[in-house]
Every structure is written in structure tokens, then in C-alpha cells.
């Protein structure tokens, strides 16, 4: 029994697909479908139902998968303890990052964290809540940036900072000319929001509680916040930004940016990891790194 065979079959569990695993493990298919048959040999049980689509583990690939995950666990937990005696930040860091966070803050710290700590390899990945959610809690994610209070238990949260909620008009609006906007003033109507599983959508829906039944005139499914602000440019609608998108936003544009009143809601923006996460030094340097460029405005 090896490392990498558990780290295999680990992959195929949280994929529940062979060839999915092998991608994301960067080996070939058959390779990983060898090291995984030779674990079973080992033990003398099937692991992984391949009858059934998804792959699913068995009654014994349960058991063997729950203990793998104690054992990868103390194998990181060796390997950063050894990092810390030698005065080094290294290893692999798989990070989640929401979709309403990465286009706008991935960039301003990561250029800086891989000078400053070169023997850290990143591997990022841009994904919706629910699927970062479930990501950490089957090891398939180290951490992720995250809206605070969206994770389930099991998962720890070290919040970094606040990020102000931004009313986005059409310069056809009624609501151009004022400099702050009321929630009670906008029209719900002409109120549109990211698609379903954005927690930002979500967290929108919430400051307007009351109008939670009132829907807009236009139905459409929209993953980014940039195609939000060209419906807006073009029709009547108005839409929310959090505020580290707003400085994105063109020179020329900057007048549909409105502030909303005083009491209108901010999320917080924190850093999301499994509770027996053991690589604490990379998380730390990550967090300060996240931090520093928020505190320098950069």
C-alpha cells in the first residue's frame, strides 16, 4: 500500500469518475485504474463500484477511503512539521475561489505570494459555494476565498475583510442623478442578479428581504458580474456590486456607481479551510499575503 495508491482512490471517490481523477491527478488513466487494482489485490476487496455511473465506493471502499483520509492527513501533517523545523513555507496549496472574488482579488496578491514564497505551488480553482463547500470537506480542496458564513460545519472560516454592497444603474434610471440610493427606493422590477448558486445572489435577495417575491422583468441565467453591467448599460435595469468590483468598473461608467444608504448590507470576505486542515504555515502566509494587498489598497 503506497500514498499514491490512496491518493488515487481518494480522487476517484471525490470525482466518481476514473478518467475526471486521472486529470486532476495529471496521470494517464490507465495508470491511476493500475495503482488502484493493485490496492485492491493488496487488501483482498473491491474498493470502487465501476458498475455504476457515478463510481461509488463499496461497503469496504468506505471504510478504506475514511481511514486514507486520516492517513494523507498525517503524511501532510509529517511533511509540514519537517518544513517548519527547517524554517521553510513549501508544499502544494489547492485554492477555491468564488466566482464574484477571483476576477478581482486573485490578481493583486498572487504575483507578490509566489515571489515571496517560491517552494509553494498554487493550484486554483474558480467555483460556485456549494461545490468549494463540498470540495474541503472531501479533501479535494486545501482552502478557498470565500463570503464568510456560506460554509457548513466542519469548516473554519478566518475573516479578512469587509466588502461594501454598490447600486449599479442604467443612465436611463430615475436613480442616475442621486449620489446615495435608498434599498425602499429601487424598484425590484428592474432589480437583475447573478443565476441561482452565486451566494452573492443570495446575500442580494437578503437586504431585500420584503421584495423577495417581486421578480424582474427579465429572466436570464448570468455567472458574472460583467455581463450584469452590460444588461444595465443597455436597458433599465439596475443591479449590486460588491464593492472590489467597482474599481473595475470604466472611468466613463463610474457615474452608474451609486452608494447605498447608510445600514445597507457589506458581506465579509474570509478564508475558508477544514477544521484537521494541517498546513498551517501556507495557510498563514496566505492570509497575510490577502491581507497586505487589501490594507494597500492595491
Known sequence: MTIIQLEYLLAVANCGSFSLAAQQSFVTQPSLSMQIKALEEELGVILLD????PVIPTEAGEVVI??????LKSYNYVRESVNELKGEIAGTLRLGVIPTVGPYLLHRFIPAFIRRYPKIELDIYEMETAPIAEALQKDALDAALVASG??????ME?????DR???????????YERANVRVEDIDMKQLILLSQGHCLRDQVL????????????YNFECGTMETL??????????????EMATAFVPDERRRQIKTLAKGAMSRKIALAVRRTYVKHSIISALRDAVLECNRAGA
Open 66 to 71: 475514511r481511514n486514507a483520509r486520516e492517513a
Open 206 to 217: 437578503e437586504l431585500c428581504q420584503a421584495h423577495r417575491a417581486v421578480h424582474s422583468k
Open 150 to 155: 456560506t460554509t457548513p460545519d466542519g469548516i
Open 165 to 175: 454592497f454598490h447600486l449599479y444603474v442604467s443612465p436611463s434610471s430615475d436613480l
Open 158 to 162: 478566518y475573516e479578512l475583510f469587509s
Open 50 to 53: 465501476r458498475t455504476k455511473k
Open 229 to 242: 453591467m452590460r444588461i444595465v448599460d443597455c436597458t433599465n435595469c439596475v443591479t449590486v456590486l460588491p
